[in-house]
């Protein structure tokens, strides 16, 4: 392993320990991510050759550059052109596979393994659809800028059933969708992802 890849180990874990401070249910859990958290800054001082005072103070959020957050989805469709979608079980409504990046994946890496984790599916990337500003659709009001990157995908295996996050799984036609969760995707993106798969247009939308 080399230097680079070394750092991007550590970054990785720098990245799960800030991610678990987001969702730590307990003072524990938050010390703990808090001990991971300076452990990763140490290793990076010394693979960087950066000062450790210097590091954690350049990677507290409020001085870091603020960047759009990027959720990343897999758009698939069976052979009777149903989308497959699952149920969210924070509000009880259905989206496309997907969820936010994670550093150390590439985006078609994330896709699939969010449409494994949520539906038990196995897919691979045919290629990537659409890349939407979240705030120039009608989407309901949230602190974060955010990009969303739709890949076209195909099932190659696997079984389907709702992920351990998920409340339930299934395959949806356009005339028969079920209540969405408009945080995660809306009926008119749907509507417009479909007609690029079955235009079969080469180019990405980008808006």
């Not at 524990?28 to 290793?43: A, M």
């Not at 936010?100 to 038990?120: L, S």
């Not at 939407?132 to 079984?159: A, T």
């Not at 351990?164 to 408009?182: A, I, R, T, Y």
Request: glycine share 6%.
């Amino acid at each position: 392993m080399d230097a680079k890849e070394q750092l991007d180990v550590v970054k990785r874990i720098k990245a799960i320990a800030e991610t678990g401070l987001v969702y730590a249910a307990d003072a524990y859990d938050k010390e703990r991510y808090e001990e991971l958290r300076e452990i990763g800054l140490k290793l990076m001082a010394y693979l960087s050759q950066e000062p450790f005072t210097k590091l954690n103070g350049f990677f507290l959020p409020q001085l870091d550059y603020p960047t759009p957050k990027v959720d990343v989805r897999g758009f698939v469709l069976n052979e009777s052109d149903e989308l497959l979608m699952a149920q969210e079980r924070v509000d009880g409504k259905w989206t496309i596979p997907g969820g936010w990046a994670d550093v150390g994946n590439t985006p078609t890496e994330v896709a699939v393994k969010e449409i494994r984790e949520e539906t038990g599916l196995d897919a691979e990337i045919v290629r990537l659809l659409a890349v939407y500003d979240k705030q120039r659709h009608k989407h309901p009001p949230e602190p974060h800028y955010i990009y969303k990157l739709i890949f076209l995908c195909r099932v190659n295996g696997g079984e389907l059933k709702a992920g351990f996050d998920m409340q339930g799984v299934g395959w949806f036609s356009l005339d028969n969708l079920p209540p969405l969760s408009e945080e995660r995707i809306l009926e008119n993106q749907l509507r417009h992802l479909f007609q690029l798969v079955k235009e079969d247009v080469k180019e990405v939308y980008s808006d």
